[in-house]
Nanobody, 115 residues
């Protein structure tokens, strides 16, 4: 059974940083992309960052130059380093892993950006 467990969320002041982690357990074959989404209250879930199996990374325009997605294959973990956080970055952040046949999601981790 595949499980994705996010961690690292919390309360941070504007301008601060957080690193989110997503630990992946279980057998997943032929991963195409790993990524992060977020959902603010009253808004739809939106893509934040993705990384393909070949290492190509993509970012949503609002987070470019502030967020970095990375992964440690040995630890089966995906990270999202977030810097220069803004109040509009707040929301629940979800880890996403996709194969050709399935999309797996974690339960989310809350990020609050407030002074």
């Amino acid at each position: 059974q595949v499980q994705l467990v996010e961690s690292g969320g919390g309360l941070v002041q504007p301008g601060g940083s957080l690193r989110l982690s997503c630990a992946v357990s279980g057998s997943i074959f032929s991963v195409n992309t790993m990524g992060w989404y977020r959902q603010a209250p009253g808004k739809q879930r939106e893509l934040v960052a993705t990384e393909t199996s070949s290492g190509n990374r993509g970012y949503a325009e609002p987070v470019k130059d502030r967020f970095i997605i990375s992964r440690d294959n040995a630890k089966n973990t995906v990270y999202l380093q977030m810097s220069s956080l803004k109040p509009e970055d707040a929301g629940v952040y979800y880890c996403d892993v996709r194969t050709t046949a399935h999309a797996y999601w974690g339960q989310g981790t809350q990020v609050t950006v407030s002074s």
